[in-house]
């Protein structure tokens, strides 16, 4: 299956974080995720022949509007995710193999905010990043963390990505 990264703003990354946006990296580690747990899904059985995923990369008062907007939250965040196949209980839906190809949804990630979450939990920047953009991928899929139950599911996996070395630059 082909899983296309649609990327815009990375310069946003390197302005916040002083580093180029690893492109390969995220695109290397979209294509492990989506694999693994579409095929998980469907039980590896789909004729989705390609996948696509839009990354944006804003400043903090691009996101600030995006979370007041959608979440009714009036400050900066670190990831939105806004999926396209959810169902009404918030699980994601797969989508006719019929179609061949389809587009998973968006994440829009503030570096700036990624950079001060790195620093105040004492991370590297480029190590929060990964962490936040696999966050947003799991979002797309149809994780969650609105439960303690649905919170552990969700790290766990999170975790589970970044340390197979999935995830480091």
Known sequence: MEISLD???EE????????????EELRDLAHKIINKELNEL????????SIEVSLTFVGPDEIR??????RDTDEPTDVLSFPLWEGENGRFVVPSSDWGEIALGDIVIC????????EKFGKRPEDELMLI???????LLGYDHATPE???VMWRKQ??????????I
């Not at 946003?12 to 492109?23: D, N, T, W, Y």
């Not at 469907?42 to 022949?49: A, T, Y």
């Not at 953009?133 to 979002?139: C, I, M």
């Open 111 to 118: 570096p700036n905010v990624v950079a001060e979450f790195a």
């Open 12 to 23: 946003q990354v390197e302005l916040a974080m002083g580093k180029p946006c690893p492109l």
């Open 133 to 139: 953009y696999v966050h947003g991928l799991l979002h």
């Open 65 to 70: 509007e995006l979370n007041r907007e959608y």
């Open 159 to 168: 975790a589970e990505y970044l340390s197979k070395g999935e995830g480091d």
């Open 7 to 9: 990327v815009s703003g």
């Open 150 to 152: 649905e919170e552990a």
């Open 42 to 49: 469907v039980n590896g059985e789909n004729d989705i022949k």
